[in-house]
């Protein structure tokens, strides 16, 4: 046994599935999971001391690569003038001003610390603000587990072959209406059936967690123009997506405006951050200028505000944004030019700093249907003749992958030598 099969083992005991989210359990893949002691850059090290090169990257936090000195810096320092207050401080000013000035569309913006509180209160203010119960999601997308949220769900929610939940209270599933992620058709008609109904829509700009689903041209704009025929609200989940995409997101990428954005992941460098934000009108609706309640004992939490604010201003230097998106696409072409070589069907779709790999003869993967029909024991094996080789990949072949300006061409390049064998070995 090595370390990581005996932490399992262990884990398993304390924690259910020995992990505190379930992706995390290899469920999607088999095997044990890698335990992980330390990271570095494009890298991280398990518990056996073996080195990966890692295309998860936190699930999209490590955008600059792990422990950036700058963001260990900010923490270390802000850390010695204390943990919490809980009131207020001037690091949560400057971080909410930066995203202002990275997300236009962002007016005023309310700290969180995740992903889910972010999606949860969004949704939320739009329904006390248009005084309407029905919310529109689409098959695959992951918006966090909160109830009206984790209907028809992706990421683990799909791992798991368990899109809708036990404990989602069936009265709280029907608010929640599900349409098809890139079939503008199925909005429409949701729309007519309910056109006084429906407080917003809520969307992934590029799914991440049904793998790695780019909108089709015209789509968002569709999205847009369809909220504003029958007063809903849109809100654009930039979780994932948020300063990955672009600099400004996936909306500026795509060149669409919503009502509301929300963030995670890469606003906090890696520390516990969500936020959610938009017009001044619709904020100014929440407490305690507003009506719609919202708090937390932690958000903007002093030492995330410092780890996020160092990420962000790194982040945001000359060339970055374009390095991020000519890293991602190496990477991409050049396993669509393995797999080909080998004879292997597959399709690769990629967007500023994320991709995602399938394996199919479909000529692409558009859609929730058609990731459903690719081929997910390939993928297994695929992962598995990776890991082998010191290249983690995200364990499952529903989520996207992550590029971080932290990856250089030798990595890559040792990344692809690793899929050529794997490839090959695949073959026979
Ligand atoms: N929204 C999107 C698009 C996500 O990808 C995620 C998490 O992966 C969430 C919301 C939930 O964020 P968290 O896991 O921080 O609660």
């Not at 997506?241 to 996936?250: D, N």
């Not at 959610?276 to 009108?281: H, L, N, T």
Request: aromatic share 8%; charged share 20%.
């Amino acid at each position: 046994m090595n370390h990581s099969e005996n932490f399992f083992s262990q884990a398993q005991k304390v924690i259910p599935g020995g992990v505190n989210s379930p992706v995390r359990a290899f469920n999607g893949v088999g095997g044990t999971p890698v335990f992980i002691d330390r990271a570095e850059g494009a890298y991280i090290f398990d518990a056996d001391g073996k080195q990966y090169i890692d295309y998860v990257g936190s699930w999209g936090p490590m955008i600059l690569g792990h422990n950036h000195p700058a963001i260990l810096s900010a923490v270390l320092k802000t850390a010695e003038k204390g943990l919490s207050f809980g009131a207020p401080t001037p690091l949560e000013i400057d971080l909410a001003e930066l995203v202002c000035q990275l997300v236009p569309s962002i007016e005023m913006v309310r700290m969180v610390s995740s992903g889910t509180e972010a999606t949860m209160s969004a949704i939320r203010l739009t329904r006390g603000y248009t005084k309407r119960d029905k919310i529109i999601k689409f098959e695959g997308c992951y918006h966090g587990h909160s109830d009206s949220l984790l209907v028809k769900a992706g990421s683990g929610a799909l791992t798991l072959g368990q899109p809708s939940s036990p404990g989602v209270p069936a009265d709280f599933a029907k608010h929640t209406l599900t349409c098809e992620y890139n079939n503008i058709e199925s909005v429409k008609q949701t729309f007519e059936q309910y056109p006084d109904d429906i407080a917003c829509v809520i969307i992934e700009p590029v799914a991440g967690n049904m793998n790695c689903i780019p909108p089709k041209a015209g789509f968002l704009q569709q999205l847009r123009e369809l909220c504003d025929q029958y007063g809903a609200l849109l809100i654009i989940d930039e979780v994932m997506t948020g300063f990955r995409v672009a600099l400004g997101g996936a909306q500026q990428y795509y060149g669409v405006t919503p009502d509301l954005t929300t963030l995670g992941k890469v606003i906090g460098g890696g520390m516990p951050v969500g936020a959610f934000g938009g017009k001044k009108e619709i904020m100014q609706y929440i407490a305690p200028t507003g009506p719609v309640y919202q708090a937390g004992t932690l958000s903007g939490n002093p030492i995330a505000m410092a780890a996020g604010l160092a990420c962000l201003t790194e982040l945001k230097k000359a060339g970055n944004e374009q390095r991020l998106a000519e890293q991602t696409e190496k990477l991409a072409l050049g396993l669509k030019a393995l797999a080909d070589k080998h004879g292997i069907p597959f399709v690769v779709n990629y967007v500023g700093g994320m991709f995602g790999i399938f394996f199919t003869d479909q000529p692409e993967v558009s859609s929730y249907q058609q990731v459903m029909k690719c081929d997910a024991e390939k993928f297994k094996q695929f992962f598995h003749k990776m890991l082998e080789q010191g290249v983690y990949l995200a364990p499952s072949a529903y989520e996207a992958g992550f590029m971080s300006l932290a990856h250089s061409d030798e990595d890559i390049e040792r990344t692809l030598q690793a899929a050529d064998k794997a490839f090959a070995e695949m073959k026979t």
